[in-house]
């Protein structure tokens, strides 16, 4: 068997990352993708090796030839006309190669794990495509495939239906041919191809006309939860770069994007917070359904829009700030924020990381359960010279909840003292009894004037990508100042819509909210039963968990992601937290938390000797290796 790899295209969509070089040159982690992807055809005791160059082909041929000499027998074929024509010229090009042997055909843009290459050639059949099932992110030719992994039809860009997208896949641009396949049926159908629509063009749409065929013997390898990545331009090579990564590096790409995950749809994310079973189907399809005037049309400005939160949540428009999302509103309310506050640790940092450090005060719940109730903030701030208290309820990571008459008394405690109380409740509609939790009413807001509820509609409602708030609060001229200080058209046309239909689908939401915490209650009792958790009571749409064997949450964050795709939040990072060994999870539907809870309980039933194996394999950092375990831990 041999291999040809197409390499001429000059890469203008990776901007300077080509200026000098091809595609294949441009490195990802560390490591250019052209000498990765020859260790990898390295290992497969290839005949040889012809590789198709044409942009900066002089230094792509003695890069390989400087490195790879004596190992892999290489051939160069030139495309001198690479800024005219496509890769169909480029394979034309190396046709009489093709015809001399069983061959794999690789694009030079792709990055794909080990087990990619050695699946296509066990592979009893001698004529295949590797394909990936279409995913957002995927652009570029498609196949329809049957049960059989007979491949239909070859769909090419401009065929694309959306209609049609759960039946593509992607071609992954690995095939392998056989020689009587290319010297019979592919590489006269290429000739007679170029010599009618010319050289422009790509080879899949030569293997479009021959899937029309009976009997060609084309089949379609999909390749499952294998890694790969095609790199076009600069975002591409980003995400590569994260999906290719490893250990402290992986982490800290995921955790450096603060959301868009959706980008990774292979991995499970149990950081971020959402309802699972809220907004309901035919909530989307109304908003579907105005799509293309949503998207043309401009948003209304800061009146509408807080009448329709004011609407949303029963409370008067002018009580009521909508953010584009809770942070606008928190960004603006603590550049308010004159004398210190008081903030109760751990807590969701998006506060305290807007205020001076010398204006904080904070509390630390001095117990194994992060847990406090408003008699302990009472006591404990009555001899402090706070002007402001935060409380998040329930609070994050800690999951701790007040209860809605001890949070009035704590407000009417402010009160007395000259106070302004500040309540987050942005997770209080996963607490039980959650249709009387609220503090969003106008009676309560107008008889303690100090005091600010905040709300994130992203938590429980389930929409993070429509990046909606509010803060509602009687005090008018503070009202009055953040909707001044925040931009007039600070929410697009969709989070409006979404506010202006939200109420037909109430019950549905407190039903969402019902079937949550029950969910919540199932997945708690199995959470419970890996042996090296410590599950902390919880009235949010997450648990906080103490590990308390075999792992530091460094480490479980880090296997977890490696081996099973899977993001939890390791809480190292919180304030009072540090070395302390807590990880968040958050509540999904049933098959996500089973599947996490089944990797957690894989990871328990390991020996410990297995586990000593791994981290001497891996070697990672010295943050995670056994100096910074727990004392006494096995």
């Not at 490893?246 to 994007?257: K, S």
């Not at 149990?270 to 699972?276: A, G, Q, R, T």
């Amino acid at each position: 068997m041999q291999a040809i790899i197409l390499a001429a295209g000059m890469g203008r969509r990776l901007g300077d990352f080509t200026k000098e070089n091809t595609k294949c040159m441009v490195p990802v982690n560390g490591v250019r993708l052209i000498d990765r992807m020859l260790k990898q055809l390295e290992r497969l005791d290839l005949r040889r090796l012809i590789v198709v160059v044409g942009y900066q082909a002089e230094n792509l041929m003695k890069h390989i030839g400087n490195n790879y000499k004596g190992t892999l027998p290489v051939e160069f074929v030139a495309n001198p006309v690479f800024d005219k024509t496509n890769n169909i010229y480029s394979l034309s090009l190396a046709k009489e190669q093709l015809q001399e042997d069983d061959t794999l055909l690789v694009e030079s843009d792709l990055i794909f794990s080990d087990r990619l290459l050695e699946t296509i050639v066990s592979d009893k059949r001698p004529n295949i495509a590797l394909v990936a099932k279409y995913e957002t992110w995927m652009d570029g030719t498609m196949v329809q495939i049957d049960s059989e992994g007979n491949i239909l039809n070859f769909v090419p860009k401009k065929a694309f239906d959306y209609a049609d997208a759960d039946q593509y896949y992607k071609t992954v641009n690995i095939y392998k041919f056989s020689r009587d396949f290319s010297r019979n049926i592919y590489v006269p159908f290429l000739d007679a191809y170029c010599k009618a629509l010319g050289n422009n063009e790509y080879y899949e749409q030569v293997l479009r006309v021959i899937t029309l065929l009976d009997n060609t013997n084309l089949k379609a390898l999909p390749v499952g939860g294998e890694k790969w990545y095609e790199i076009d331009d600069v975002q591409d090579l980003d995400i590569a770069e994260t999906l290719f990564a490893e250990d402290d590096e992986m982490l800290r790409r995921y955790n450096y994007r603060y959301g868009g995950h959706w980008r990774f749809p292979k991995m499970l994310d149990f950081c971020y917070l959402v309802n699972p079973f809220f907004p309901p189907e035919r909530l989307k399809q109304e908003i579907k359904s105005n799509f293309d005037t949503l998207l043309t049309e401009y948003p209304s400005g800061m009146y509408v829009n807080s009448l329709l939160a004011g609407k949303y949540f029963g409370i008067k428009q002018e009580y009521t700030v909508v953010g584009n999302g809770a942070a606008e509103l928190i960004k603006s309310l603590m550049g308010r924020n004159r004398g210190k506050i008081g903030v109760v640790y751990p807590t969701f940092e998006e506060y305290p990381n807007r205020l001076p450090q010398e204006d904080i005060v904070a509390f630390v719940p001095d117990n194994g359960n992060l847990a406090y109730d408003a008699q302990m903030l009472k006591r404990f701030f009555s001899d402090k010279d706070v002007a402001t208290l935060l409380l998040i309820n329930p609070d994050n990571p800690s999951g701790n909840f007040i209860p809605k008459d001890d949070v009035l008394s704590l407000a009417a405690w402010c009160k007395e003292r000259e106070v302004r109380l500040i309540v987050d409740e942005s997770f209080v509609d996963f607490s039980d009894g959650f249709e009387h939790n609220s503090l969003l009413h106008d009676t309560i807001l107008e008889e303690y004037d100090n005091l600010m509820v905040m709300k994130s509609i992203s938590k429980s409602y389930g929409v993070p990508g429509l990046r909606l708030g509010i803060l509602a609060s009687s005090d008018r001229q503070l009202v009055a100042w953040m909707k001044k200080d925040i931009s007039i058209w600070n929410i697009n046309s969709f989070a409006e819509f979404y506010m202006q239909i939200f109420n037909k689908y109430t019950a549905d939401y407190q039903e969402a909210c019902s079937r949550f915490i029950a969910e919540r209650n199932r997945f708690g009792k199995r959470l419970r039963t890996v042996p090296f958790l410590r599950v902390l009571p919880t009235q949010a749409n997450y648990f906080c968990c103490e590990i308390t064997d075999r792992y530091t949450s460094s480490e479980l964050t880090k296997i977890l992601l490696a081996r099973f795709d899977i993001m939890i939040k390791d809480c190292t990072s919180k304030s009072s937290l540090k070395d302390r060994n807590y990880v968040r999870l958050s509540v999904r539907n049933q098959a996500d938390n089973d599947r996490l809870v089944e990797a957690l309980l894989a990871l328990a039933q390991e020996s410990p000797s297995a586990t000593e194996a791994m981290w001497k394999e891996r070697e990672w950092g010295a943050g995670t290796t056994r100096k910074s375990r727990k004392p006494g831990r096995k």
